[in-house]
C-alpha cells in the first residue's frame, strides 16, 4: 500500500482516466483532426450565421438564439452544482455508503479514506464542468453585446465580414468551454466505475472517448454540419 492506502492499480486507473480526458481534449480541440469535426465544422457555421446577421436590419432572431444557448448554460452549470453538494452530503454518510459499495459483486475492499478520496475526485469533476459552463455563459454574454454593438445593415464597411468573423470566434470560444463542460459531464459519469474498481474506471473512460469520438467525428449530425450529402 501507499499513500492513503491507494494500491497500484487505483493510480493506474486513475492516470489512465486523466490522459484519456486531456488527450482526446487535445484531439478534437488544437490537432490538426480538430478541423474535420463537430467542432471545426460548427465554428465554419457561426462564421456564416454572424457575417448574415450583419445584413439584417432586425436582429432580435439572433439574440434570441444566444439566448436559447444561455439557458441552456445555465442548466448545466446549476446541474453541476446540485451535483457536487449531493457529493458533499454523501461525504457526511461515509460508513453507510462505504457498506452499500461493498455489497456490490467485484467490488474492491476500501477504507474510508480512499472512498472519501473517490467521493472527492467526482466532485472536482463536477467543479470543473461548473467552471467551464460559467465562462461560456460570461462569453455568450459578450456576444450578445457584441451583435448589439454591430453597425446597422445601411452603414456595413467594405470589411465587415471580419467584423462577423470576431463575433463568430468568441461564439465559438464559448462553446469550446460549453463542450469541455459537457465532456466533463460525460468522464464523470465514468468516474462513478472507481467506486467498483479501478479497471472498470478505466474501460468507462475509454467508452466514453469512443462515444465521443463517434459523435464528433462519424455521426451524422457531423455529416450534416460540415455540408456533406447524405
Not at 2 to 13: A, H, P, Q, R, T
Not at 91 to 108: N, Q, R
Request: glycine share 8%; aromatic share 14%; proline share 2%.
Amino acid at each position: 500500500m501507499s499513500v492513503l492506502e491507494f494500491y497500484l492499480w487505483d493510480f493506474v486507473g486513475v492516470g489512465g482516466f486523466v490522459a484519456l480526458w486531456t488527450g482526446y481534449t487535445y484531439f478534437a480541440e488544437h490537432s490538426q483532426a480538430g478541423s474535420g469535426n463537430l467542432i471545426g465544422g460548427m465554428a465554419e457555421r457561426r462564421k456564416e450565421w454572424m457575417r448574415a446577421m450583419l445584413k439584417r436590419d432586425n436582429r432580435m432572431v439572433d439574440i434570441q438564439v444566444i439566448n436559447a444557448l444561455l439557458r441552456s448554460g445555465r442548466f448545466f452549470a446549476s446541474t453541476a452544482i446540485l451535483i457536487v453538494a449531493g457529493l458533499l452530503a454523501v461525504l457526511g454518510a461515509a460508513e453507510k455508503a462505504v457498506a452499500l459499495i461493498m455489497d456490490l459483486p467485484f467490488t474492491v475492499s476500501t477504507s474510508h479514506e480512499v472512498w472519501e478520496a473517490k467521493v472527492l475526485f467526482m466532485i472536482l469533476v463536477f467543479i470543473y464542468a461548473f467552471f467551464k459552463f460559467v465562462w461560456s455563459m460570461r462569453q455568450l454574454n459578450y456576444c450578445s453585446v457584441l451583435v448589439g454593438a454591430a453597425p446597422a445593415a445601411s452603414d456595413l464597411p467594405e470589411d465587415f465580414e471580419k467584423i462577423g468573423d470576431s463575433i463568430a470566434t468568441l461564439a465559438s470560444l464559448a462553446a469550446k468551454h460549453s463542450n469541455r463542460g459537457i465532456r466533463a459531464y460525460y468522464f464523470g459519469l465514468a468516474a462513478l466505475g472507481w467506486f467498483v474498481h479501478p479497471w472498470v474506471l478505466l474501460g468507462a473512460a475509454i467508452w466514453v472517448v469512443m462515444v465521443l469520438y463517434r459523435r464528433e467525428y462519424l455521426s451524422r449530425t457531423m455529416r450534416l454540419v460540415q455540408g456533406v450529402s447524405l
